[in-house]
Nanobody, 122 residues
Framework: QVQLVESGGGLVQAGGSLRLSCAASERTFSSYAMGWFRQAPGKERELVAVISGGSTNYADSVKGRFTISRDNAKNTVYLQMNSLKPEDTAVYYC?????????????????WGQGTQVTVSS
């Protein structure tokens, strides 16, 4: 089992920034696709961002505000969130899968983190 542990969530005012971190136990972390999902109250889970190799993809709602990155030496993926809006409030989940397709299309990665709460006040 690959273990993923998120951190960095919290309460922030609109317009502020947070950086989420996800530490992975997987020894082949660098070869896996990594992504961030979020789920807000009353809404479906949505894919926020994904990184695979040098390629990144973002939901339209966060383009220009969020940046996903990874540090393979530390087995860690990050989500830098700037210009936060109240509608960004959600539980954010880190996810990993050997196949990018499983994250981008199926939204069924093999491995999930426990989630971290992000709350943006207006």
């Amino acid at each position: 089992q690959v273990q993923l542990v998120e951190s960095g969530g919290g309460l922030v005012q609109a317009g502020g920034s947070l950086r989420l971190s996800c530490a992975a136990s997987e020894r082949t972390f660098s070869s896996y696709a990594m992504g961030w999902f979020r789920q807000a109250p009353g809404k479906e889970r949505e894919l926020v961002a994904v990184i695979s190799g040098g390629s990144t993809n973002y939901a339209d709602s966060v383009k220009g505000r969020f940046t996903i990155s990874r540090d393979n030496a530390k087995n860690t993926v990050y989500l830098q969130m700037n210009s936060l809006k109240p509608e960004d409030t959600a539980v954010y989940y880190c996810a990993s899968d050997p196949r990018l397709y499983s994250i981008l299309v199926h939204h069924t990665p093999n491995y999930w983190g426990q989630g971290t709460q992000v709350t943006v006040s207006s």
